[in-house]
């Protein structure tokens, strides 16, 4: 199985601020690789796909980026909604696997 | 408006078997992949199996012994049933829609399993 390690694990950061999240692959999983978002007591979300294609609806201060095995997500101008868990997976191969999460706090 | 709603026993006996039952609407399961994946409490999302949208299934080796999804299209309902349940199945099941293969673009509110006597 192709392994997601996600950093950090926790991150606290202010209002405004702008917040970056890693995701790094086993293998390379060519771009195969989208972002969810958990907030508390719901159900994850789709954010992000094929690395870098927003999915509707999710805000522009978003964004993803990287290639081969190593992928970040963005958010620009942190908002009070964005206080969630947030989850890489690959779906490059089966099983589809996930990251371990990323919990982001506000300071 | 895509929806998709898990329904199923709370409460599960140890060694019994989980039925869940993942109820949608909004789209078609003919045209779209169904996903089960569960989470334990606190924990990380793991992947259990999928119904593709052409009626076959895949699913994880790690519990394909145990694990079987099927589903009724006239119903709008995709199945799954686990057997040999233990503690460590105590989690919330999910079902999501599936987007170009493993791609998860819609999920259920969820179902919270405990495995207790």
């Known amino acids: 199985d192709i392994q997601m390690t996600q950093s950090p694990a926790s991150l606290s950061a202010s209002l405004g601020e702008t917040v970056t999240i890693e995701c790094l692959a086993s293998e390379d999983i060519y771009s195969n690789l989208a972002w969810y978002q958990q907030k508390p007591g719901k159900s994850p979300q789709l954010l992000i796909y094929?690395?870098?294609s927003l999915n509707d609806g999710v805000p522009s201060r978003f964004s993803g980026s990287g290639s081969g095995t190593q992928y970040s997500l963005k958010i620009n101008s942190l908002q009070s909604e964005d206080v969630s868990i947030y989850f890489c997976?690959?779906?490059?191969?089966?099983?589809?696997?996930f990251g371990g999460g990323t919990k982001l706090e506000l300071k | 408006q895509v929806q998709l709603m898990e329904s199923g026993p709370g409460l599960v006996q140890p060694s019994e078997t989980l039925s869940l039952t993942c109820t949608v609407s909004?789209?078609?399961?003919?045209?779209?992949?169904v996903h089960w994946v569960r989470q334990p409490p606190g924990k990380g999302l793991e992947w259990m199996g999928v119904?593709?949208?052409?009626?076959?299934?895949d699913y994880n080796s790690a519990l394909k012994s145990r694990l079987s999804i099927s589903r009724d299209t006239s119903k709008n309902q995709v199945f799954l049933k686990m057997n040999s349940l233990q503690s460590e199945d105590t989690t919330t099941y999910y079902c999501a829609r599936g987007y170009n293969n493993y791609v998860m673009d819609a999920w259920g509110q969820g179902a919270s399993v405990t495995v207790s006597s």
């Open positions: 094929y690395a870098n």
């Open positions: 909004g789209f078609s399961l003919t045209s779209y992949n």
């Open positions: 119904m593709w949208s052409g009626g076959s299934t």
């Open positions: 997976q690959q779906n490059y191969d089966s099983p589809p696997t």
